[in-house]
């Protein structure tokens, strides 16, 4: 694999927390320029810890971290693959802090170095294009969840990532805003991660969905053929379908 493509290289990492055995157990993962993962499991099984670990939240117990190809091991390594990876959280609410939609969005880039009047601009651009214009004054704790939702990508979306980490986007939300995020993650020519329960959508938007279990993740892109009469990658993981 040519190394100047592949953007996350994680081996041998666990990781626990305090009193508790280990979430992770010896994982590896190798993530290159243009792939698209869908990522699965049960609850408590380490998919949100492990995006953790690849921002430097957490620090695993073990393990090694390559990311751009440089080892991240301090918090200063990991200064720099903030400003690339951009994470959706799970919960809107941790994501969303600034009184209005226009500060929210424009804070990642006011961040990153760039004036005010660029920053609003990159924010009116990227609300415009998940079809939020007019969201601008609204105020954050008003939204709906959907609402939210969507301004909470507009954040890491308008930090112009190389990379997004995507913790159950579409999760609880209606039918309507799970197209709008479908079809606008489709769109993107990004690179992302994304965990999700929910296997129709990580069949249609992502190229190879993985399980996670016992601490690792398992690379079974196998078509199964199984009783709902159709095929796609990993259909031995038992999932439901909408």
């Known amino acids: 694999m040519d190394s100047n493509n592949l953007f996350i290289n994680l081996t041998d990492i666990s990781f626990s927390y305090p009193g508790s055995p280990n979430v992770l157990e010896g994982l590896d993962l190798r993530f290159s320029r243009n792939e698209k993962i869908g990522l699965m499991g049960p609850n408590g099984c380490g998919k949100t810890t492990l995006f953790h670990i690849i921002m430097g939240l957490l620090k ?6 390559e990311i751009f190809g440089k080892t991240a091991k301090e918090e200063k390594d990991f200064i720099d693959v903030r400003r690339k990876i951009g994470l959706l959280f799970q919960d809107a ?12 969005v424009a804070f990642g880039p006011l961040n990153l170095g760039k004036s005010r009047v660029e920053a609003i601009d990159i924010a ?7 079809g939020l214009s007019g969201f601008e004054d609204r105020f954050t704790y008003k939204l709906s969840g959907g ?3 969507l301004v909470s990508l507009a954040t890491v979306l308008a930090m112009e990532p190389e990379i997004l980490l995507l913790d159950e986007p579409t999760t609880g939300l209606d039918e309507k805003t799970k197209t709008k995020i479908k079809k606008t993650l489709s769109e993107l020519d990004l690179s992302y991660i994304l965990i999700s329960h929910e296997f129709d959508l990580l069949s249609e938007i992502t190229d190879s969905i993985y399980t996670m279990d016992k601490g690792k993740i398992i690379f079974d892109e196998k078509v199964h053929l199984h009783e709902h009469l159709h095929a796609h990658p990993h259909g031995s993981y038992r999932h439901e379908h909408e």
């Open 60 to 65: 695993p117990l073990s393990g090694k971290i």
């Open 147 to 149: 609402e939210k939702r």
């Open 93 to 104: 609410d941790d994501q969303l802090f600034s009184p209005t939609v226009l500060e929210d």
């Open 124 to 130: 009116r651009k990227t609300l415009d294009f998940l």
